[in-house]
């Protein structure tokens, strides 16, 4: 193989399980994270409103999906990010962050204990820097197992518990919860058919939801399943852009990346009492010293005046000093306004502050929100 050939196959784009399956859809297919993956079918704001409304099925294969296991794995974890993974019981996940020895945010990602070992979600577009510094990082003792014969997908909205109650998925074990029962941030083994199903009660667009890891033989037949219900139908990264913004979720690689730390990513509910008291996770004395002291710059939700979308990448203003930048923004098709998010200064954090930010040369009035834009409609634990 000649040099060019080497460096043409290095830079292919790959495909997905359900390659075949969008585009005989209807789907814009785009690159995102090194694969082809569906941007929409009928329009960002068309599936955005139905996701809100019923049910949407979302293929995030490209994500990487590992497990790791032996003896002190949740300990070994702990050295690497800043979460109390120790404490996780069987069952239970948590959002945590990869850490740089600075203490800047190499990736945030789910750790879930499956009562036998650790399964964790990771970001598609950097999930091949992310094993290799946990491989780096962790003891050799520690075994980690990349599942690449598994695909992803998100069935988010409040007719998604029905729509998987109805698919006959039942518990692989007496001592877990049918779907429909799980809360929040809890998760277990299921089985459709003879089809072994990872089902956790999450998502990243704020509604309630699952995420369903199933082998990639399986996935076509899962998704027609599911998508023969009238609630449900196949919605694009697009919609899924526009949910999460409205849900006031950051975004790695755009809201998040090394040069931020999770107190200045606003991320600061990540890092439990007991870390906070112990420290030993990688830029602890920094990280640690902007929740005693505060941080210089936060990140913060923004709302636009007029119908001008104010987008990543746009200069924030206090009077005619620049103070900041926006890292996500866009129409929100709920609120029915543009909304943004973006670092600014702490001290021009607080809802209220009224800033500007540059769009096209013009100045555009935006006001410092709290967030989520739209509130979380996550099935909590009572009293929890």
Same mark, same amino acid.
């Given at each position: ?64 999906? =590992?497990?790791?296991? *032996?003896?002190? !794995? /949740?300990? $070994? &974890?702990? +050295? #690497? ?71 992803? =997908?998100?069935?988010? *909205?409040?007719? !998604? /518990?029905? $729509? &998987?109650? +109805? #698919? ?78 409205? !849900?006031?979720?950051? &975004? ?133």
């Amino acid at each position: 193989m000649s040099e060019t050939e080497e460096m043409a196959e290095t830079v292919a784009i790959e495909t997905l399980p359900l390659d075949a399956w969008h585009r005989a859809r209807g789907a814009r297919m785009v690159e995102f994270a090194g694969y082809y993956m569906p941007i929409q079918y009928d329009g960002i704001m068309a599936e955005h409103l139905w996701t809100r409304d019923n049910a949407g099925l979302f293929d995030v294969s490209h994500m990487g999906q =590992l497990v790791f296991s *032996g003896e002190g !794995a /949740a300990e $070994a &974890l702990e +050295a #690497l990010v800043p979460g109390d993974i120790s404490a996780l019981k069987p069952g239970r996940m948590r959002y945590s962050l990869l850490l740089a020895d600075d203490g800047g945010i190499l990736d945030d990602l789910m750790v879930t204990n499956t009562g036998h070992g650790l399964y964790m979600v990771v970001n598609g577009a950097v999930k091949w820097d992310d094993i290799a510094h946990l491989r780096e990082h962790l003891p050799d003792e520690i075994e980690m197992n990349l599942l690449d014969e598994q695909a992803l =997908l998100a069935l988010q *909205g409040p007719k !998604a /518990a029905a $729509a &998987l109650t +109805a #698919l006959g998925v039942v518990p692989e074990f007496s001592d877990i919860l049918p779907v429909d029962r799980l809360v929040f941030m809890q998760a277990g083994p299921y089985l459709w058919g003879d089809v072994r199903l990872g089902i956790s009660r999450s998502g990243y667009t704020g509604e309630d939801g699952f995420e369903i890891s199933v082998p990639a033989s399986d996935v076509s037949a899962l998704a027609d399943a599911l998508c023969a219900q009238e609630a449900v139908k196949p919605i694009g990264l697009g919609a899924r852009d526009s949910l999460r913004l409205e !849900a006031g979720l950051p &975004l790695y690689g755009h809201d998040l990346d090394e040069g931020i730390d999770p107190v200045e990513g606003d991320l600061a509910f990540a890092i439990s009492k007991r870390r906070r008291e112990e420290g030993g996770f990688p830029g602890a004395a920094r990280i640690l010293g902007h929740l005693a002291d505060g941080s210089p710059r936060k990140r913060v939700g923004l709302t636009v005046d007029g119908k001008m979308p104010v987008r990543e990448g746009a200069k924030i203003f206090d009077g005619n000093r620049e103070v900041g930048v926006v890292t996500s923004g866009g129409f929100a098709p709920s609120v029915g306004a543009p909304i943004a998010m973006g670092y600014v200064p702490t001290g021009l954090s607080e809802p209220g502050t009224a800033l500007a930010a540059e769009v096209r040369g013009k100045r555009v009035a935006v006001t410092v929100t709290p967030m989520p834009f739209v509130p979380h409609r996550y099935v909590r634990k009572q009293g929890g």
